[in-house]
């Protein structure tokens, strides 16, 4: 069967970070085991208003490609490099590897992600 989703009427809206300045994003998942039943994957949309982030975060089983499709900002990995991403690019996390997607420009950034198989978003 196919689906053809909105997120923002349909997706499950997380309203992650609240509590720490800096940490606040919109999540609107659309996909998961507990949401449209799939069998493997996670995905959603993620929007960082300017200087907003994620939280340091990995998936531990799950590996993660994630799409660019407004903004620009740059993605912290463990070993402390920061890495450049742009408007309309891809970029893979292999499992396991802890990161931290920060939006560095003057415009919200919407980050679209997808990982599998299965695992929990972020808390925070």
């Known amino acids: 069967m196919t689906h053809v989703i909105d997120p923002f009427s349909e997706g499950e809206q997380l309203w992650l970070g609240l509590d720490e300045e800096g940490f606040r994003r919109k999540v609107f998942r ?21 200087g907003e982030s994620s939280s340091w975060h990995n998936h531990p089983e799950s590996e993660e490609i994630d799409f660019i499709v407004k903004g620009h900002g740059e993605v912290l990995l463990e070993n402390g490099d920061r890495t ?21 420009g003057r415009e919200p950034l919407w980050l679209i992600w997808l990982y599998g198989p299965h695992g929990d978003l972020p808390k925070a």
């Open 84 to 104: 450049p991403f742009a408007e309309h690019t891809f970029m893979y996390m292999e499992k396991g590897k802890w990161h931290q997607h920060i939006n560095t």
């Open 30 to 50: 659309v996909a998961g085991k507990d949401l449209m039943n799939t069998e493997f994957l996670n995905a959603g949309l993620t929007i960082f208003e300017p």
